[in-house]
């Protein structure tokens, strides 16, 4: 394939990393995703945190209520459980019978709905032992919480205090360090000592691959690009894409995106997130033409999720065509609206 083609067929993605809420907004957020991608990771950070194989089968219940709503009848939600101090190894068992994808670290404190999330990881260790047992995944959001670390700095004191101790203390624990954003973290999972086993990978979102610290407060204050963990330094941005589109199969797509209703995020403490999944691909599809590595991202986006997740590759094709798209002001959600990423901009690809 050239790098600089004007149309490119793709195996359908997955998004490996997706907060659709619940409720009324769902069917909104959902649409979006499922009109792009075959699968997602769906996130558990709900209120309350759906921490049990019971809660997840009632979430996904309601998941497939909405995509018949929508008429979809292609597209498979994996469900995770949110890991907490009170998990038990027999929820993991539980969950790995039932087919539950994985489970989601949060340190409480670190992010959105994150109130129930992980104390001390020492209180999740015989869970952790029986996910290590079983092949269950542990999705980490990785980043410490303690208020005397800069905000910037909490990713890469994460990989040093919690993320390389928990590996040491369970080597064959698969682990997806989730929505990375530092050089820092690209390097140590591309560098990641892993005895041949496949035990790590990394999720990267595209406002990290297109945007740094500087577009959350470019001539005033952007609420629509703050996300968690927070956008970087330039030196980080051009790390992840060089992670990114590396072809290392270490490095694959997750969108994180997060939706927020506009009144939510455009307040005095407004909320982390950002909503990528308007045109999720179109925003990757630039971010790896930026570099002239189109031809990398089947790899990134179709085929290094599932192989992690020991899933099979998707078979339909879809095409991505250089056609610039109007990203509207706002969205429907339920009944209020949401801001999407580049909002009154244009993206330059767009799903055919
Ligand atoms: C996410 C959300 O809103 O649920 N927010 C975010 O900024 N990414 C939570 C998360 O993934 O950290
Ligand atoms: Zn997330």
């Not at 359908?12 to 009109?35: F, N, S, Y």
């Not at 690209?186 to 979102?205: P, Q, S």
């Not at 930026?290 to 990134?300: A, P």
Request: aromatic fraction near 8%; hydrophobic fraction near 40%; include cysteine.
């Amino acid at each position: 394939m050239s790098n600089s083609p004007t149309k490119i067929e793709l195996t359908q993605p997955d998004d490996w990393h997706l907060h659709i809420r619940d409720g009324e907004v769902m069917k909104d957020v959902l649409a979006d995703t499922a009109r792009q991608f075959a699968r997602a990771i769906i996130m558990p950070n709900l209120k309350p945190p759906v921490t049990t194989v019971d809660l997840a089968k009632a979430y996904q219940s309601r998941i497939e209520a909405n995509l018949k709503l929508l008429g979809v009848t292609d597209f498979k939600p994996l469900m995770t459980l949110y890991l907490t101090d009170n998990t038990s190894a027999d929820e993991v068992r539980k969950a790995k019978d039932a087919g539950i994808a994985a489970f989601k670290l949060y340190p409480a404190g670190a992010t959105t709905n994150s109130d129930a999330g992980v104390s001390d990881l020492k209180h999740c260790y015989a869970a952790i032992e029986a996910m290590q047992a079983v092949g269950m995944p542990l999705l980490v959001h990785g980043e410490v919480t303690s208020a005397d670390i800069d905000i910037f700095d909490r990713e890469a004191v994460f990989i040093d205090t919690v993320l390389e101790p928990l590996r040491k203390q369970f080597p064959d624990l698969k682990i997806v360090f989730e929505h990375i954003t530092t050089k820092q973290a690209a390097h140590y999972v591309r560098d990641a000592a892993t005895a041949g086993k496949n035990t790590i990978a990394a999720t990267i979102t595209p406002q990290h691959l297109l945007m740094n610290r500087n577009a959350i407060f470019a001539g005033g204050i952007r609420p629509h690009n703050y996300c968690l963990p927070v956008l970087k330094r330039e030196e980080h941005r051009v790390a992840l894409l060089k992670a990114a589109t590396s072809g290392n199969s270490r490095f694959f797509l997750g969108t994180d995106s997060a939706p927020h209703a506009k009144g939510t995020k455009e307040a005095a403490c407004g909320c982390a997130g950002c909503y990528s999944a308007f045109n999720a691909l179109g925003l990757y599809a630039e971010a790896f033409e930026s570099v002239g590595k189109l031809d990398k991202l089947e790899g990134f986006a179709s085929f290094f999720g599932p192989d992690f997740y020991s899933l099979p590759r998707n078979s339909k094709k879809i095409t991505l065509a250089k056609q610039t798209q109007n990203i509207p002001m706002e969205l429907p959600l339920g009944d209020a609206t949401i801001v999407p990423l580049r909002a009154g901009e244009t993206i330059a690809w767009s799903l055919v």
